[in-house]
């Protein structure tokens, strides 16, 4: 079972990602075309937003992401 876990992130940033809107039960990633996705990739590429198995597991990272979407 991959293992994806959010560590080390702001109640800000991960309000952010609850903000990204997903179709497809996440496997199409439409809210990272958004001011908002841009922000999330850029926290994630400064690490500010730390996402362990990011590389290793992306669509189970996509999932997780639809999951905590409230859109």
Do not use: N, Y
């Not at 952010?16 to 990272?32: C, D, E, H, N, Y």
């Not at 075309?33 to 937003?49: N, P």
């Amino acid at each position: 079972m991959p293992s994806v876990r959010v560590i080390d992130t702001t109640g800000d940033q991960l309000l952010a990602v609850s903000q990204l809107k997903m179709r497809a039960g996440g496997l199409l990633p439409t809210g990272f075309f958004t001011k908002e996705g841009v922000a999330v990739i850029r926290g994630i590429l400064r690490r500010e937003l730390i996402v362990k198995g990011l590389i290793r597991h992306p669509l189970t990272v996509l999932r997780l992401i639809a999951l905590v979407s409230v859109e």
